[in-house]
């Protein structure tokens, strides 16, 4: 087998989103659209993911699942596949990373990780 290493590129956009947020109630929900893309040389299926959602006063929550929005895709090299999903926090900033669990053709699993990207609600500059 040649050494060829797999290349997930992965990037990130965030929306605070007011209509699904009560800030007096300390919620505070944020999407994000993630685009995953396929660099490497070898077809790549996504299995399942791993996240770490940490709010601003250092309460993290872990979320593990198969798949994401309810699909496993499969990219061939130079395709992507891009998703929204949300989540609540009870503080108006925190942070979100982890990884997706990936698979090549050929058998060979790996992890893509997801670097950390900051939610944050919109600010009013006075």
Not at 59 to 73: A, H, I, L, M, S
Not at 95 to 106: L, N, P, R
């Amino acid at each position: 087998m040649d050494n060829v290493k797999p290349s997930i590129a992965i990037s990130v956009k965030t929306t605070y989103v007011p209509g699904r947020s009560n800030p007096e109630e300390n919620r505070y929900f944020f999407a994000y659209t993630i685009n995953i893309r396929n660099d490497g040389a070898r077809v790549a299926q996504l299995l399942s993911r791993h996240w770490i959602i940490t709010d601003a006063d250092g309460n993290r929550q872990e979320v593990r699942g198969e798949g994401v929005v309810g699909k496993q895709p499969v990219l061939s090299p130079g395709e992507s596949f891009e998703y929204t999903s949300g989540t609540f926090l009870a503080t108006p900033v925190g942070t979100m990373k982890g990884s997706y669990q990936m698979i090549e053709a050929e058998g060979v699993r790996f992890e893509a990780v997801i670097p950390e990207f900051v939610l944050s609600f919109p600010r009013t500059l006075h």
